[in-house]
Structures are given as C-alpha cells and as structure tokens.
C-alpha cells in the first residue's frame, strides 16, 4: 500500500484554505482530482506549500463534502445550482455530476407542481371575482339582513355586497 495515501494535505482553491486527505482527493481516481493526487496529473503548490487547483473557492467546500460523504449536502435554500455543475464538471467527478442533475430535476418538478396549483386556484377566484362584481344588480332582489358569519370575516368585500346568513339560510 501506498505510504503517501492518508496524508494530509493543504489546498488553495481560489483562494479559500481547505484540509484534506490524500485519499478523500483520490476517492474518484477517474476525476480531475483523482489523477492530480495520485501523481498522474501535475499540480503545483503556492508559497505556503498549499497544492493550487484553479476553481470556484467557496462552492468547492460541496465537491469536497461529497468527497468526503459520497452525498450531496447542500444547505437549505442553495441556488448556485450552476456554478456547481460547472465544477462538478471540471472536477469530472461523474457520481456528482449525476446527483447534480438528478437534483436539479427534481426542483424542476417541484417548481412545476407549485405553478400548476397556483394556477388550479386563479379559475376559481375569477369566477368569484366575476359573481360579486354583478351582485349589486342581484341584491336589488334580496332581503339582506346584517349578521355575523366565518366568511363575512375571511371575505368582508364579498359581505358588504351580501349578506351571508341571508343568502346561504
């Protein structure tokens, strides 16, 4: 077994300082980091003998996480959904790439299942909104009482037009 495989090691990306093992970089050996580490790739170190990598800082903290966790952990509310990819695959890191996309997919869903029941809901209000703007030609005809109701407190536009307990008694 290689002697070098749990070293640690100091990293520079982008500027931002991470510590690492030698075998969490290699975990992929196919991905960019994977042959950089195991010496197939060169890298350089800077002048506190940190090995550089050329990406995005701060979002290489997930890469490295999944590295390490082989998960995708990602706070609540991420939206730097493309810079991810983008490193993702400049890392050629192939199980995040796929979970990159599988997730990205799934909020897709989710956006479109929340549009469409927004949209479920504007039918029925239009319709409502189109009732009570002819109620004033309809109330003529109705004996309206003032009373207390639920809807009269939900819908007190509606209420001032009609009267619910008149209309639903």
Request: glycine share 6%; charged share 15%.
């Given at each position: 077994m290689d002697s070098h495989v749990d070293?640690?090691?100091e990293l520079n990306v982008g500027g931002c300082f991470y510590t690492t093992s030698r075998s969490t970089l290699t975990r992929y050996p196919y991905s960019m980091?994977?042959?950089?580490?195991?010496?197939r790739f060169p890298s350089?170190?800077?002048q506190c003998n940190r090995y550089i990598i050329d990406g995005d800082g701060p979002t290489f903290r997930h890469v490295l996480n999944f590295l390490r966790r082989s998960k995708?952990?990602?706070?609540?509310?991420?939206k730097e959904w493309d810079?991810?990819?983008?490193?993702?695959d400049f890392y050629q890191i192939e199980d995040l790439i796929r979970l990159i996309e599988k997730a990205r997919e799934q909020i897709r869903r989710d956006e479109e299942r929340e549009r469409t029941s927004k949209s479920q809901w504007r039918r029925p209000i239009s319709i409502l909104q189109n009732t009570v703007d002819k109620l004033p030609s309809i109330?003529?005809?109705?004996e309206l009482k003032r009373g207390g109701s639920q809807f009269e407190t939900n819908?007190?536009?509606?209420?001032?037009?009609?009267?619910?307990?008149?209309?639903w008694k």
């Open positions: 070293d640690v090691l980091l994977g042959a950089m580490f195991s010496g350089k170190v800077d995708l952990i990602l706070p609540d509310g991420f810079i991810l990819s983008i490193e993702a109330s003529r005809f109705l819908f007190p536009n509606i209420t001032s037009k009609i009267i619910c307990n008149t209309l």
